[in-house]
T-cell receptor, first 109, second 114 residues
Framework: KQEVTQIPAALSVPEGENLVLNCSFT??????LQWFRQDPGKGLTSLLL?????REQTSGRLNASLDKSSGRSTLYIAASQPGDSATYLC????????FGTGTRLQVFP | EAGVAQSPRYKIIEKRQSVAFWCNPI?????LYWYQQILGQGPKLLIQ????????DSQLPKDRFSAERLKGVDSTLKIQPAKLEDSAVYLC????????????FGPGTRLTVL
């Protein structure tokens, strides 16, 4: 059974810092892995999708890496801004769709 | 391109009442998902449709929850009768091809059961 863990559970940093959010999963037979952000009271917004054959994917200040064999993905956020404050969720995609519990990020000015 | 639409956005009911949620996916998306998100937790998949067929409903409490996707487009999720523990946000998502493409989420329906 797939288990997904996200570390840290919460993070509070000053503006401008580079951040690392971690996602680990137990079933490495994934098709792909998707990172989302969720603002309070809102739905999920897709950030990045990494296919199982890829090692990383970039979009603006975001970079996600994938090490399928070790069951890990990392989301890097460069030069964080207050607008990045949200909960970040990862979802490794197998036959069972399981989310992690998320990392709650607060970036203060 | 229009996103995933859901209605209503909020619903308050008393326990033992019934409720229904509606979802309209992105045009052309064959796969539709319903998730339940309890406060402080990640979303939990309730049911996944491929066109109008069910792919996975292993976590759907079938004694009280039902879902359908007639004509492979819109979908409804129903709870009857509701319990206090059903208070959650119900999220609908869609994707072009399951297992390959991104999932896109709607804004969700916040259900409060009193």
């Amino acid at each position: 059974k797939q288990e997904v863990t996200q570390i840290p559970a919460a993070l509070s940093v000053p503006e401008g810092e580079n951040l690392v959010l971690n996602c680990s999963f137990t079933d490495s037979a994934i098709y792909n892995l998707q990172w989302f952000r969720q603002d309070p009271g809102k739905g999920l917004t897709s950030l990045l999708l990494i296919q199982s054959s890829q090692r990383e994917q970039t979009s603006g200040r975001l970079n996600a890496s994938l090490d399928k064999s070790s069951g890990r993905s990392t989301l890097y956020i460069a030069a964080s801004q207050p607008g990045d404050s949200a909960t970040y969720l990862c979802q490794p995609n197998t036959d069972k769709l399981i989310f992690g519990t998320g990392t709650r990020l607060q970036v203060f000015p | 391109e229009a996103g995933v639409a859901q209605s209503p956005r909020y619903k308050i009911i008393e326990k033992r009442q019934s409720v229904a949620f509606w979802c309209n996916p992105i045009s052309g998306h064959a796969t539709l998902y319903w998730y339940q998100q309890i406060l402080g937790q990640g979303p939990k998949l309730l049911i996944q449709f491929q066109n109008n067929g069910v792919v996975d409903d292993s976590q759907l409490p079938k004694d009280r929850f039902s879902a359908e996707r007639l004509k492979g487009v819109d979908s409804t999720l129903k709870i009857q009768p509701a319990k206090l523990e059903d208070s959650a946000v119900y999220l609908c998502a869609s994707s072009l091809v399951a297992g390959v493409d991104e999932q896109f989420f709607g804004p969700g329906t916040r259900l409060t059961v009193l």
